[in-house]
């Protein structure tokens, strides 16, 4: 059955090398003729929601994408790796700069700069994904959900340079600079929750919301030994609290079964891929219920 009157609009949420079950995820819907009608993204879920907005075939972006994360290009650059990771920062993403910048630079200096990774680099990356396109190129309907942090508040971007918007989604505050964009400073959303569930109710308002989420579950621990570790624990506590309220908004959640795969690790990447299409087929009768009850509303 092909679903083509209802609306569909998917959350895609961060997750570094996790982030690839969601290739997995619209495969599956591109096979059942379930529409997708918007999507919204935070970090590679803005990478990923970007490409496959720009170009709506999920075969040829697993395509794509497998053959860069394989490339020498990518393979050799260390910041490109931690780049594409960058939301996960529970999973040891800041222990792992921080280990950087204990061998090669004083703490102290950092307290005077306005970010600990250059912004330049970040961009870089983003455009070989997103080119040199602009919301009014995408074939899909797409948002980027960010945080100004000069006001303060939440900001969805719709409109404009896809690479100033989806470098926002990724510039992790303190970590990379924020960007600015008409008189704001924009950063990722995902300090607030890392699945942008109620920015998807906003870009397709009565829409049906499949959010994925593909953080790890946060493990009980013994006890903490430094100081930094704690703030860290603390952040990750309240960023997981905020998710959950977030994921409660959604009609469906997809929750791709990876394990306790580091966001930095590019291996077995079909794994990953495998793990998204598990899980939308899992929920496919769910999915197709669901839209079938909005279609019956809608011709009432």
Same mark, same amino acid.
């Given at each position: 059955m092909v679903f083509g009157k209802s609306k569909v609009v998917l959350a895609l949420g961060g997750g570094g090398? *996790?982030?690839?079950?969601?290739?997995?995820?619209?495969?599956?819907?591109? *096979?059942?003729?379930?529409?997708?009608?918007?999507?919204? $993204?935070?970090?590679?879920?803005? +990478?990923? $929601?970007?490409?496959?907005?720009?170009?709506?075939n999920a075969e040829a972006l697993? #395509?794509?994408?497998?053959k860069y994360?394989?490339? /020498?290009? =990518?393979?050799? /650059?260390?910041f490109r790796r931690m780049m594409f990771g960058a939301n996960d920062a529970e999973q040891n993403f800041v222990q792992l700069i921080f280990s950087n910048v204990r061998r090669s630079v004083r703490f102290a200096n950092l307290i005077r700069r306005p970010s600990i990774l250059p912004g /330049?680099?970040? *961009?870089?990356?983003? #455009?070989? =994904?997103? $080119? /040199?396109?602009? =919301?009014?190129?995408?074939?899909? !309907? =797409?948002?980027v959900p960010t945080i100004d942090v000069r006001e303060p508040r939440e900001v969805l971007i719709s409109e404009g340079k896809l690479v100033d918007a989806v470098t926002a989604s990724c510039s992790i505050p303190g970590f990379f600079p924020p960007v600015e964009m008409d008189g704001m400073l924009l950063a990722d959303v995902?300090? +607030?929750?890392?699945? !942008?569930? #109620?920015?998807?109710?906003?870009?397709?308002?009565g829409a049906l919301v499949i959010a994925i989420d593909l953080s790890r579950e946060l493990e009980p621990i013994d006890e903490i030994k430094r100081g930094w570790d704690n703030i860290m624990r603390c952040e990750a506590i309240a960023g997981r609290k905020l998710t959950i309220m977030a994921l409660n908004q959604a009609d469906v959640v997809l929750r791709p079964e990876i394990g306790e795969k580091f966001w930095s690790d590019f291996s077995d990447l079909e794994a990953i891929i495998a793990a998204g299409e598990k899980e939308a087929e899992d929920h496919l009768e769910e999915i197709q219920g669901r839209l079938r009850g909005v279609m019956r509303f809608l011709k009432k």
């Open positions: 090398s *996790r982030g690839l079950a969601h290739l997995g995820v619209v495969r599956v819907l591109e *096979r059942a003729g379930i529409p997708i009608d918007g999507i919204v $993204g935070t970090s590679v879920g803005s +990478i990923l $929601g970007t490409s496959y907005s720009l170009a709506p697993v #395509e794509s994408t497998l994360l394989r490339s /020498d290009r =990518f393979m050799n /650059d260390s /330049d680099k970040l *961009r870089e990356v983003v #455009e070989e =994904f997103v $080119g /040199d396109h602009s =919301f009014d190129d995408l074939k899909i !309907p =797409f948002a995902g300090v +607030i929750s890392s699945v !942008p569930v #109620e920015a998807a109710r906003e870009l397709l308002p």
